[in-house]
């Protein structure tokens, strides 16, 4: 973890004192004026503290200040001044939401203090979001695993979402993408209360009836509810419940959203719109095609971005007939898995987690299904796009 401090003032005799006193004990940058300091923090962070000087010309200490939080929001701030007055003081604390407010001159003592208890809060803030990232983590996956299990049509399709929203996060370079990364893996949740069939269906590109049809348009919204309750997720609950809003409508609805939250939308519903077309069998050039074919209700930015995509060269991959009982974690479905009866137990293309395996294995037990299955076993598990 980075423990980095910045000093930020306009005068720079001010800052190598800075550099003198505290270079023993902490690891001190400097930057002259809030521009520098801004530029220092795009290309050199993430810094534990921002310590900034309230009287700077061009942009005083709060406005900068209140950008770092904007840019920063896990860097504790604190402000520094020969100008102990109320008015700057509050606006300070106000626009920045610092940490500390020291006066000058700030003996080395209070200065070191102030700054240890800076780097706890830094530690402390890590450490939480540490902790609820993990535990995010952990519950998706056991939401992600009932969904496997409930209704395999609607998970098979999640991977290829998955990566394809990978994709376009990482070529925007958009900030957090754990969150989009969620939504992608939550984004067939609604579906646990359909049909597989159904669900099968619609990404095959049959034509559905219009009860069924108004089932399926229905399911972000069945997603929205169940996650409503889950702290953290607001925003990625968002994303989710408009992955089938035109890009229009979207930035109407998304008037009070952060924008890349508003892009994360259109990203999902490209991906989404994407893989059921590459499920039909179109070409990557075809699937770009009828995307722009529906303009404008996917973002033409999203959709450009999907259109300059090259294919990997092709993995070496085995496919073969494999016994349910040597199935193995890791191994992707060639072909569907039904029961005797037809009950859909997992889908062509799913890959086979442990509890899959379970599932498959229970159900061969009791002799529902057959005992051998079509599996691609891959070299390496690497993302489709590069």
């Not at 991959?317 to 016994?323: D, M, Q, S, T």
Request: glycine share 6%; proline share 5%; with cysteine.
């Amino acid at each position: 973890m980075s423990e980095k401090i910045l000093f930020v003032d306009d005068e720079p005799a001010a800052l190598d004192g800075y550099r003198r006193l505290l270079h023993r004990a902490f690891e001190v940058d400097t930057a002259v004026g809030a521009a520098e300091g801004l530029a220092k923090i795009a290309e050199c962070g993430p810094y534990a503290a921002v310590v900034s000087d309230m009287r700077m010309p061009e942009m005083d200490g709060a406005a900068f200040l209140s950008m770092v939080r904007e840019v920063a929001p896990d860097t504790v701030r604190m402000a520094i001044t020969g100008y102990a007055d109320l008015e700057t003081a509050g606006r300070a604390i106000n626009e920045g939401n610092i940490f500390r407010f020291l006066t000058k001159p700030c003996e080395k003592n209070t200065l070191t203090a102030g700054l240890s208890s800076a780097l706890e809060q830094y530690r402390l803030i890590n450490a939480e979001k540490e902790l609820l990232e993990k535990t995010l983590s952990g519950s998706i996956h056991v939401l992600t695993g009932v969904l496997s299990l409930v209704n395999p049509a609607a998970f098979s399709r999640v991977a290829g979402i998955r990566r394809c929203v990978t994709y376009l996060v990482r070529k925007l370079q958009l900030s957090h993408p754990w969150r989009f990364d969620v939504a992608a893996l939550l984004s067939l949740l609604g579906c646990v209360t359909l049909d597989p069939d159904l669900v099968e269906a619609f990404f095959s590109g049959l034509e559905l009836s219009a009860e069924d049809q108004a089932r399926f348009d229905a399911h972000p919204a069945v997603a929205a509810n169940l996650l409503a309750s889950i702290p953290r997720l607001e925003q990625v609950t968002w994303i989710i419940a408009n992955q089938r809003t035109s890009a229009v409508q979207m930035i109407i609805k998304g008037a009070q959203r952060p924008p890349d939250i508003v892009l994360g939308a259109g990203i999902l519903s490209a991906s989404i719109a994407y893989d059921r077309l590459v499920c039909q069998n179109c070409t990557h050039e075809q699937a770009v095609q009828q995307l722009r074919l529906k303009d404008p209700f996917y973002n033409p930015l999203v959709v450009d971005l999907l259109a300059q995509v090259q294919s990997p060269p092709q993995e070496a991959v085995e496919i073969r007939p494999c016994h349910v009982s040597e199935l193995r974690a890791g191994m992707v479905l060639r072909e569907e898995i039904r029961t005797h009866t037809g009950l859909l137990v997992a889908a062509k293309g799913q890959e086979v987690s442990p509890a899959l395996m379970l599932r498959i294995k229970n159900f061969r037990e009791r002799n529902q299904i057959s005992g051998n299955v079509l599996v691609l076993i891959p070299q390496q598990m690497e993302p489709i796009f590069s």
